[in-house]
């Protein structure tokens, strides 16, 4: 999200500054190893090649040289070398929790666009009927396929893994996953997302869901209780009445049921504010830094279109600066 | 008043005649070029990435008047080839501005731009990195002024590198013109229009590997030579402009 422009006064632009001093400061004597990191295209790595090391991604060795191939920052893990793009499409690992959107139903599988190089493939077979039924997959579910997900639904899902020409399966094999709606979709770059154990968040103080997607594909919306979350049993029920042809129209009840309550919408717009905030500036998105800018703006009383203006900008940079000072002083 | 026009239009006898004085000067052993550069200079480059937000990489490349400004999107899946495929897809388009050049719509027939660019463009492209995609390659000449294919593929080769696609090399170009007996590197629009013949190189600094090589008109093979060797020097030194430029951008970022 590099689309956000916010113009700074100049006492603004010196404390922005400032801010980001610190924290490159900090950044490099956290990392006593920070030798010429960033790298550009055939850029010479320094390495020893006697020590037996490891090639890794983004590299290749020329006349007894290692060269990279990739710009970014070099990381070096025991033997292996690699290079870190800065500015890369995400790269999917098995078990990954990711956010995505519904581009085609195809026979028996519906595409997904996931910020991968190529297209997910979520098949019929490795979801979860509505009904709840370890059953084969007949050619009436294959026919009901788009009541389930279709075009430009958002879904989330979870990386089961690549067949042998490189596409990739996803799964959907939980009541958590599914189809996500009355919310917002956000996308920032991959790498400020980092892989947790807990990648579902339910903000109880906000009644909002969080789903922070390995891809940095985000979904901030209202909370659903899984065990309600029989929507799509509904559907089928709803399908099968149709057959019986005493179809009822909407009632009160469905009304009910797709309408958020006005303060749940501002905490989504709000959560939503704070996650294009941190994107923009570039800081890790984890569920921590999110809450406490949200927190931020409360407490300072940040009205929620203010909260993309310059002032809101600096002081969660300046905010930042805090907290990572704070921790360094506690590990010293 | 048969012989009246019967509206103003320029003296075309005036313009036949400033060509062909222009042309006598560049025939000659010793002249000034028009923006007082020296023959083995070239003009001053401005590089920056990132102009493009929708592209996954972009670069806007600014040598003297000429301004280029190349959007990469991808790799993301082939959608026209569908089939099975090892390596990726490069695909390539160079487009003017209607208000690229000094007379409305003039530079639109460079049809050749996009596959030269293609050619230059693919050998330092990792291919086998991003199986069964494409990537997608797009140009657009905001103000032609000379060396215009030079530009674009070296500006080109800068937003590949930022878009993140591995590459073996930066790719940078060159070119030259031949007037009479003297060689005048990085030519502008003017210069192009009344060269004899011209010369261009397209050269990976890192590997010493030359991925393009154009030339046009007569010429000698010492005059080859010694072309080449001023192209492969001035090539080395606009890498190193390139490399830094991206080095910026890495550590603002």
Request: charged share 25%; aromatic share 6%; net charge neutral.
């Amino acid at each position: 999200m590099r689309d956000l422009q916010v113009t700074l006064n100049q006492t603004q632009r010196v404390r922005l500054q400032s801010a980001i001093r610190t924290l490159q400061e900090l950044s490099s004597t956290s990392s006593s190893s920070a030798v010429a990191a960033t790298v550009a295209v055939a850029d010479v790595i320094p390495v020893n090649l006697e020590d037996g090391i490891l090639k890794g991604h983004g590299t290749s060795e020329v006349d007894g040289q290692l060269m990279a191939t990739l710009c970014g920052v070099v990381e070096r893990v025991n033997k292996l070398v690699y290079v870190r793009a800065l500015r890369a499409r995400y790269k999917p690992e098995i078990g990954d929790i990711i956010v995505g959107r519904v581009i085609e139903v195809a026979p028996k599988r519906w595409r997904l666009e996931i910020n991968f190089t190529q297209d997910a493939v979520l098949m019929l077979s490795s979801m979860n009927l509505p009904d709840g039924i370890q059953r084969r997959r007949t050619a009436v579910d294959e026919l009901n396929m788009r009541s389930i997900f279709e075009e430009d639904d958002v879904i989330c899902a979870e990386v089961r893994g690549f067949q042998h020409d490189g596409s990739l399966q996803l799964q959907a094999r939980s009541q958590k996953y599914g189809k996500l709606e009355r919310g917002q979709l956000l996308t920032a770059p991959p790498y400020l997302v980092k892989r947790r154990k807990q990648h579902f968040h339910h903000l109880e103080d906000y009644g909002v869901d969080l789903i922070i997607g390995c891809n940095g594909f985000m979904w901030v919306g209202e909370h659903i209780e899984t065990g309600e979350n029989d929507m799509l049993e509904d559907q089928e029920n709803q399908l099968e009445k149709d057959g019986n042809s005493n179809a009822k129209p909407m009632g009160s009840q469905d009304e009910e049921k797709t309408f958020t309550p006005l303060e749940t919408r501002r905490h989504i717009c709000r959560i939503a504010n704070a996650v294009r905030l941190l994107s923009a500036l570039g800081f890790t998105l984890s569920l921590e830094a999110i809450i406490d800018t949200v927190k931020l703006s409360f407490s300072s009383n940040i009205s929620i279109k203010d909260m993309l203006a310059a002032e809101f900008y600096v002081q969660t940079a300046e905010r930042e600066v805090q907290r990572r000072v704070s921790s360094s002083k506690k590990k010293a | 008043m048969a012989t009246a026009p019967t509206t103003y239009s320029p003296s075309q006898a005036l313009e036949r005649r400033q060509q062909q004085q222009r042309r006598r000067i560049f025939k000659e052993e010793d002249w000034v070029r028009s923006d007082g550069r020296g023959f083995n200079q070239c003009r001053p480059a401005f590089l920056r990435t990132g102009a493009a937000n929708a592209a996954s990489g972009s670069a806007y490349a600014e040598f003297g008047t000429t301004k280029v400004i190349v959007s990469v999107f991808g790799p993301r899946e082939s959608k026209k080839a569908m089939m099975y495929s090892d390596i990726g897809r490069l695909n390539c388009n160079v487009s003017f501005t209607t208000f690229s050049t000094p007379i409305r719509g003039q530079g639109l027939d460079n049809k050749e731009f996009s596959s030269m660019l293609h050619k230059a463009l693919e050998g330092a492209i990792i291919l086998e990195s991003f199986p069964k995609t494409t990537v997608d390659v797009f140009a657009l000449v905001l103000e032609s002024g000379g060396s215009d294919l030079p530009v674009i593929i070296s500006c080109a080769s800068l937003a590949l590198a930022d878009a993140g696609i591995m590459m073996y090399d930066l790719v940078s170009s060159v070119s030259v013109s031949c007037f009479g007996k003297s060689l005048i590197i990085d030519p502008t629009a003017e210069e192009e229009a009344f060269q004899d013949g011209s010369f261009m190189v397209t050269y990976m600094p890192s590997r010493k590997e030359v991925t393009q090589l154009t030339l046009t008109g007569e010429w000698s093979t010492a005059k080859i030579n010694e072309a080449m060797e001023l192209c492969l020097d001035a090539c080395l030194k606009l890498a190193d402009v390139m490399r830094s430029c991206l080095k910026e951008a890495a550590n603002a970022g």
